[in-house]
């Protein structure tokens, strides 16, 4: 499938859908997201804060989970938008989850037009990394 048959459209309303559903009581800045999984799922999550800062949940998080949850599969094309349906784009920590599901080539919708993971997030660390590197005689 070619990035031009993606459903953009969709899924960047789908985002603004559940954007909506967003617990963000202490920035009141809500983010809904939204992706296209390989077997045609459409995947979405909100924005989740907390009032320990430090485990509050991107609205990435809950599309990775809805992924999982869902049977897993590979993540084609994604979507995140603000309150008012600005296109954003994920914090490093999300483009990492995103990295993990969806890999270099995956597609996103960008303020600045389509880019794929490889040219958002270059260089990556990912699970081919780890398959690089063998542990040493001796140790675990």
């Known amino acids: 499938m070619d990035q031009t048959d993606y459903p953009w459209d969709e899924l960047r309303a789908r985002a603004v859908e559940i ?3 967003a617990y963000v009581p202490y920035s009141r800045y809500p983010v809904g997201a ?3 999984v390989d077997d045609g799922r459409i995947v979405a999550g909100c924005n989740v804060e907390n009032a320990g800062y430090g485990v509050t949940l991107c609205a990435e998080c809950g599309l990775i989970s809805d992924l999982v949850a869902g049977g897993g599969g590979r993540l084609l094309a994604f979507v995140c938008v603000n309150r008012d349906a600005d ?3 994920p914090c490093g920590r999300c483009r990492q989850l995103l990295w993990e599901h969806g890999g270099a080539s995956l597609q996103m919708w960008t303020p600045e ?4 993971m490889d040219q958002v997030l270059p260089q990556a660390f990912g699970p081919d990394d780890l398959e690089q590197v063998r542990p040493r005689s001796g140790r675990p």
């Not at 037009?113 to 794929?116: A, D, E, Y």
Request: charged letters at 15%; zero cysteines; hydrophobic letters at 60%.
């Open 19 to 21: 954007s909506v559903r």
């Open 34 to 36: 939204a992706a296209l």
């Open 87 to 89: 296109l954003i784009m």
């Open 113 to 116: 037009g389509i880019r794929t």
